[in-house]
């Protein structure tokens, strides 16, 4: 009675639901018979009456219930069950995962779903109908998504789905049709190539191209005879021959034996229960299986299960020895991913393979791996594949932590995803993610290799740096945090589990905080500004947890190199908040802040850390927690918005001034490094060209950056790609025009700088560090001398002109250019065009410089076959180069059906090199620099630059490559190879490798000369030979250069299309000549050979380029070298070619002085200068100085007259004092006379007297008295 009354509600449930289950059927059809079929399997906490999409919910006591309502009138139910007209037959009603299915006339089956119905679990598959979506939304609950991922087994059916009620068994697939065809209405990637077909194999494989007749045992991959034989495209659980076996009595599950095959499409937006049960089911098993897949979504997959299937070639009893095993591909047309499930193995191999015919057993086991096809790449899963321990693979891997599940990355390479014990070596391949983190540290590396035990000791050493702990999560990852490294590129990761050696090895990829990916980010640009008030950061929150409520802790780190060994430092914590994606820093909370022994450090970064660290070891004996804290960076940053108050304190309100007087003083002790750079070059065009010496810079890329903070107004910037012998870097700016920007002119000129991006070998010393030693040495400067003061202020016109000097285009070297395009045609360095249709490796070039080496090869393969057969030309398909002490880098053209994500394959250290991140576009290697242009995102131009200023540029369009070669001045007459010697002559462009030297030829009907007398002669082998070299190739699966070298093949040595197509072809013939509108030869050539419109195409475009490229590169830039830009003054332009009229003018308040205007002559000079050296002044210093002019003019004149009047005053005086002088003589002269003359009166008196007494004397008596007389003297 209970029986009874369970299977009315049922069947009233199910009939609610009848016309959304089959409407056609129960309209139409009259029931024939009805069976109830059972599969009974594992308890479902899901019931589900309706075979739309039904949500479930939790209850209270935690259990799923459905929402479905089952209270209907007892009328409709009778009504109802009405609709069954014959008997129900149920033979194991006890369990509640039960099916209906009713036959109907037509031989249908319309399926009808018990309340309890589980598809995890049911043998009875879904109806189709389920995948175009509509209905309730299911919500799948944790509970139930748990429950679903303990199972082994992907769901798969024998009965229901369609009508057939066959389920997901292929019944197509027999002994007889090992295999059958299933379209897919979406892409599958796969080991390169993308497909949406396949074909399912009783084989043990799905297959997506043919295979060859017959095989060879053990199993080869790629087929080495490809393409003379197939070589097919499998992914392959177990290729072996196989055919489908019996069921035993004691085996538990019923399903018939063979093929099972189930698509599940659309997955992101299904809603019903069986799409979002195995796409969550999916997302996480990967997710947490596979290392790196964090953000994978599943949006399409793919179950195939091969049950009790037995080996090929057995008898008797050997049909009850069989293998069930499940393949489950899940993609969401970009990534995929390959889950092995391994239920039983009970044979290894077919009796064809030397399996005995009882229990397949002895030979070469089945093949377990993966081929790409076409002659490409494969991976054999190891030690297992065709080895006897093929049967471990039901006892490891342990993918979700089940023995017998191994998981595989396989859209581009394969990666495994599962841990591997049983092999060992010296050299084993580590598998991590991600690949590459910040140089400052804290990235949490992810790690697969070994198998790992709860309590193993891990230890991981990144490059030479000590070694750090690692912590084991479950039995296939363990983890490493990334400690500080001052290095960048490519260094070793390795790990070692307890004393083992390190043996477990991979590459990681240290990026320059420069760089590297950015994690943290700023609304605008305030945080630039000497003193702002605040800005505001944002991060992506789910960078450090999923969790919304957890705690984060801002802080800030500083870098200084004030010894020899700099330093990185923590400065002090900015705040602690909650993880919500964005924080408003306001720099005035710190103004009471003092970092006594910090405040000399000018920029730092930003990181932020969880306060609370996450729980991560779920798989430890000792139930102890291993606790991590994830970390993000920001890019570096200046720091006045924090150090300003603590500056102003130190320094006053001026303080940018002193920091910059500090900076230059300590500048000038160092020793000068700007003569070692390279001249930049006059234009933009130029700059571009040159692609050896300069490539863009990503803080001011035309292409990816426009902003140009540090150079306003530049259009572009390029700069060195390599350091200098020094660790010097210099970079070029262009304007709008088009010209060479310098900082004479203006503060956002190009800049030579002490120190590259890249830093420089040791990178542990000052000046020497990545990033870090360029902004402390020059982006630091900038902002203390010139953004945080004016422009015209002394410090900043020091920097400009003193310490940071532009170096004007004068001296600049254009490079020379060779290239090759088409099916091949070659243009020399000196510009000899040939066709050269060589098939196998050749040298394009060769250095004969016995310091400075340099090798670049080419691949020539033969051209695909056209509608009409062969076609005797060659392609270019790969380039090789190497430089002096550097590793080769390879360049591959990849085949047409692998070209959807990548168009070049770059090979460097035996590896594949992908530049699909921004962090990982310029990768540097020792020597050399690689990367691909910002705006190219499928790889299909990559640029290889060396030190020495040689450079690669190769191409990719449609399929077709073409190689560029640059070379400094430096390679003038040193060169060999199809690129002839680079001597500007032509006649000596066809040296030979012995150094004789062949006719150089111009006639387009005379390159089977070409061929053979020289082109020839440069083939290459892996043999070394000192005037060639050897091939620089990289080689795998088995070939060598004899793969690829046809001494015996002969070409189509004639050029013209009436020449190479049939007469009876004219209608091709004319065709020729209108789709080659330029009348080029190659042209002509191109299509008459391959009748491909595309390749004609990219031969008359490559072509055209190179000659642009020369003509650019040739182009003479006459300049006049700087013209200064007077302090606080203006230039009209900042041009510097001949036919430059420059103005000058002074701006407010300020005087022009000298020549105002300048003009560059056609000698590339400045005309001399009129009025003396132009400057500008002050208006009052001016006014002073015209005052002063003016006081100066009037002394000029009143000087004169002064001293005239002093001196007419002086001959006055001296006259005067003659006159004086005279009359004083003449007194004097009078008074000596009149004394003269009294004397001589005297004398005469007294001699008279004398006279007188002597005749008184003589005369008493006869005296005459006379009277005295008086005498005047004039």
């Not at 606790?627 to 006045?640: D, G, N, Q």
């Not at 509608?867 to 047409?896: H, W």
């Not at 020597?927 to 060396?946: A, D, H, K, R, W």
């Amino acid at each position: 009675m209970n029986y009874l009354l369970v299977l009315i509600i049922s069947a009233v449930a199910v009939g609610a639901q009848e016309d959304a289950v089959a409407p056609d059927a129960a309209s139409q059809d009259n029931t024939e018979d009805v069976e109830s079929i059972d599969v009974g399997a594992a308890r479902s906490d899901v019931g589900d009456a309706d075979p739309k999409p039904v949500p479930v919910e939790e209850n209270n006591g935690g259990a799923v219930t459905n929402n479905l309502n089952y209270d209907a009138p007892v009328e409709q139910r009778s009504r109802k069950l009405t609709n069954f007209d014959s008997e129900i037959i149920d033979t194991n009603s006890s369990k509640p995962n039960w099916t209906f299915q009713k036959k109907t006339k037509s031989g249908k089956y319309v399926t009808y779903y018990g309340a309890n119905y589980d598809p995890m679990t049911s043998a009875t598959a879904p109806p189709d109908t389920d995948q175009r979506g509509g209905g309730i939304p299911y919500l799948i609950t944790e509970t139930r998504l748990a429950d679903i991922r303990k199972h082994f087994m992907y769901p798969f059916f024998d009965k229901g789905g369609n009508g057939d009620n066959e389920g997901d068994y292929q019944k197509e697939i027999q002994s007889s049709t090992p295999q059958v065809h299933k379209n897919m209405n979406f892409q599958l990637p796969f080991f390169g190539f993308r497909y949406n077909y396949t074909r399912v194999s009783i084989n043990g494989y799905l297959e997506f191209s043919d295979p060859p007749p017959n095989y060879d045992y053990p199993l080869v991959f790629p087929v080495k005879d490809w393409p003379k034989r197939n070589d097919p495209a499998f992914i392959g659980i177990f290729f072996s021959k196989c055919k489908i076996g019996n069921l035993r009595d004691e085996d538990a599950d019923k399903r018939k034996p063979g093929v099972y095959f189930r698509m599940e499409r659309d997955l992101r937006d299904r809603q019903d229960r069986m799409g979002v049960e195995i796409r969550e089911r999916l997302k996480w098993d990967i997710r947490e299986g596979v290392i790196g897949s964090e953000t994978f979504n599943p949006k399409h997959a793919i179950i195939v299960t091969w049950k009790n299937v037995s080996f090929n070639g057995g008898f008797g009893p050997a049909v009850f020895q069989t293998n069930t095993f499940q393949m489950v591909l899940a993609t969401d047309e970009v990534f995929t991913y390959a889950i092995f499930n391994y239920l039983n193995l009970e044979w290894t191999s077919h009796t064809e393979a030397g399996g005995d015919t009882r229990n397949g057993e002895g030979g070469v086991p089945a093949f377990v791996g993966f081929n790409a096809g076409n002659g490409t790449r494969s991976y054999q899963y190891m030690p297992y594949s065709q080895a006897s321990v093929i049967r471990d693979l039901t006892a490891t891997g342990w993918g979700n932590g089940k023995p017998g599940r191994h998981i595989f990355r396989i859209d581009e390479n394969i990666l495994l995803g599962s841990c591997n014990k049983d092999i060992d070596g010296a050299n084993l391949p580590l598998q991590f993610a991600p690949e590459s983190g910040n140089m400052l540290g804290g990235t949490v590396v992810n790690i697969t290799g070994p198998c790992f035990n709860p309590n193993d000791r891990i230890r991981c050493k990144f490059d030479v740096f000590d070694e750090v702990v690692g912590y084991v999560v479950d039995r296939n990852r363990a983890i490493c945090i990334q400690p500080p490294l001052y290095t960048e590129g490519w260094v070793r990761l390795q790990i070692a589990v307890n004393s083992e050696a390190f043996k477990w090895k991979g590459k990681y990829y240290v990026e320059s905080p420069a760089t590297a990916s950015q994690k943290i980010f700023f609304k605008d640009m305030k945080y630039h500004e000497k003193s702002p008030s605040e800005f505001r950061i944002t991060w992506q929150k789910q960078n450090l947890t999923t969790n919304e409520n957890a705690n984060i802790r801002i802080s800030l780190w500083g870098y200084r190199e004030t010894t020899m060994r700099p330093t990185f430092v923590y400065i002090t914590e900015i705040a602690s908040t909650q993880n919500a994606g964005e924080f408003l820093i306001s720099p005035s909370q710190y103004r009471g802040k003092v970092n006594q022994f910090l405040s000399d450090i000018k920029f730092g970064f930003l990181q932020i850390n969880l306060t609370e660290s996450v729980k991560v070891n779920i798989y430890s004996t000792t139930n102890q927690n291993v606790e991590i804290t994830p970390v993000i960076w920001s890019r570096p940053i200046p720091l006045a918005w924090y150090f300003q108050f603590q500056w102003e304190s130190q320094y006053g309100k001026n303080w940018p001034k002193h920091l910059c007087d500090d900076w230059l003083r300590t500048d000038r002790y160092l020793k000068n490094f700007a003569h070692e750079l390279p001249q930049c070059p006059c234009t933009v065009q130029q700059a571009l060209a040159d692609k050896g010496k300069f490539m863009p810079d990503f803080d001011c890329d035309k292409d990816s950056n426009p902003v140009c903070y540090y150079n306003n107004q530049a259009l572009h910037c390029v700069k060195t790609g390599a350091p200098t012998m020094e660790g010097s870097e210099q970079q070029c700016c262009y304007d709008k025009n088009g010209y060479l920007m310098l900082s004479y002119d203006q503060q956002w000129g190009s800049s030579p700088r002490r120190c590259h991006n890249l830093g420089k070998m040791p990178y542990n010393e000052a000046t020497k560090v990545p990033t870090l030693s360029q902004w402390f040495n020059d982006i630091v400067p900038k902002y203390l001398c010139c953004l945080w003061q004016e422009e015209q202020a002394v410090g900043c016109e020091t920097l400009r002109f003193e310490r940071r000097p532009s170096q004007d285009c004068v001296a600049y070297q254009a490079p020379g250019v060779a290239g090759v395009y088409g099916d091949p045609h070659i243009v020399t360095f000196d510009d000899v065009e040939y066709t050269f249709n060589g098939k196998g490796e050749y040298s394009l070039v060769k250095s004969v410089k016995v310091d400075d080496n340099l090798e670049i090869q080419a691949r020539f393969e033969q051209m695909s076959p056209n509608a009409y057969g062969e076609v005797r030309a060659t392609q270019l398909t790969a380039i090789v180069a190497k430089g002096n002490k550097t590793i080769p880098i390879e360049v591959r053209s990849r085949p047409m059906e692998s070209r959807w994500r990548y168009r070049l394959d770059v090979i460097a250290e035996n590896r594949r090199l992908y530049f699909d991140r921004p962090s990982l576009k310029f990768q540097h290697f020792q020597g050399v620099t690689v990367y691909t242009p910002t705006y190219i995102l499928n790889q299909s131009e990559v640029l290889i630059m060396f030190d020495n200023g040689a450079g690669v540029e190769v191409l990719d369009n449609q399929g077709y490559m073409s190689a560029r070669v640059y070379l400094p001045w430096s390679f003038i007459n040193k060169t060999v190879g199809l690129f002839g010697n680079w001597s500007f002559n032509k006649e000596d462009d066809f040296t030979l490798p012995d150094g004789s030297k062949a006719a150089v030829v111009s006639n387009i009907n005379d390159m089977e000369r070409v061929y053979n007398d020289f082109g020839s002669k440069w083939m290459l082998d892996d043999v070394g030979d000192e005037r060639k070299g050897q091939s620089l190739f990289y080689r795998e699966f088995g070939r060598t250069s004899a793969t690829y070298n046809n001494k015996t093949f002969r070409p189509q040595f004639l050029m013209l299309p009436e020449d190479i197509l049939p007469p009876n072809r004219s209608e091709q013939i004319q065709r020729t000549y209108e789709v080659c509108s330029t009348k080029m030869y190659e042209c002509y050539y191109d299509y008459a050979m391959t009748l491909n419109r595309d390749l004609a195409h990219y031969t008359q475009n490559y072509k055209a380029t190179i000659y642009e490229l020369k003509q650019t590169t040739r182009e003479k830039i006459t300049s006049c070298g700087v013209l200064e830009t007077p302090r606080f003054g203006r230039k009209s332009t900042f041009l510097f070619v001949p036919g430059t009229k420059v103005t000058y003018e002074c701006i407010q308040d300020f005087v022009l002085v000298g020549d105002p205007r300048r003009e560059c002559g056609a000698d590339g000079k400045w005309n001399i200068p009129e009025y003396g050296y132009t400057y500008c002044l002050r208006q009052q210093e001016y006014s002073q100085r015209q005052a002063g002019i003016t006081s100066g003019i009037i002394m000029l004149v009143l000087i004169p007259l002064i001293l005239l009047f002093v001196y007419l005053a002086y001959r006055f005086l001296k006259k005067k004092q003659k006159e004086r002088d005279e009359s004083r003589m003449q007194q004097d002269q009078y008074r000596e006379q009149s004394r003269k003359a009294q004397e001589a009166a005297t004398r005469k008196l007294t001699e008279h007297e004398e006279e007188y007494n002597s005749e008184e004397e003589d005369n008493n008596s006869n005296v005459t008295s006379t009277g005295a007389k008086e005498t005047n003297i004039y």
